[in-house]
């Protein structure tokens, strides 16, 4: 939850500043927002081909592994969004977007794909309900105060600062899996001992 929750702020944070940077800082149009949210977008291709993959990824790494190496492989390509700003030609600023949204979409799926079958597995069954109300309203809550945030940030520090800083937090935020028992693990779990 904390891992999720985490990323979400941050991510939350950059991907609010899409459409600002898309369209009047690299004015690439709305045909290239467009094209940047079909191929990328969390649903789309990027998250199809990340939810079709996520049981092979982790019969290849193992189920606990998978987790702490997809959580990572979001915030890597979410590196791809400030850097975009410095590409010499918008083409090459659009590319960069695209590849950077597959990526990210790819990764958060075959993540919560794996996490949410790890914590259904473990979780009482009588407690199935609470448990992912509870974390939905945590890793979903924080969504509408990072929006709010990115605006404050970006008004006040600018876009690209704003940016860094969504990337930075995302990438720290992955710390509670990373350092996590989770490595390793070919096979989740299927209860908590000593519950």
Known sequence: MACTGG?????????????VLVLRELELGPEGMGIIMAVGAVGAV????????????????????VIPVASMISPL?????PLCVLAPERWM?????????FGFAFGVLVYNIMQLSMRQRVCPPRLLGRMNASIRFVVWGVMPIAALASGLLAENLGLVPTL??????????VAPVLFSPLWGMR????????A
Not at 13 to 19: G, H, S, V
Not at 187 to 194: F, I, K, T
């Open 187 to 194: 096979r989740l779990p299927d209860e908590v001992h000593g």
């Open 93 to 101: 600023s659009l590319v960069m977007l695209i590849v950077s949204e």
């Open 46 to 65: 990027g998250g199809l081909i990340g939810a079709v993959a996520a049981p092979r990824f982790a019969a290849w790494i193992g189920g606990g592994t």
């Open 7 to 19: 990323v979400n702020f941050f991510t939350t944070i950059a991907f609010t500043l899409m459409p």
């Open 164 to 173: 860094w800083i969504g990337l930075g937090g995302s990438i720290v935020f």
């Open 77 to 81: 390509f979410l590196l791809l969004v």
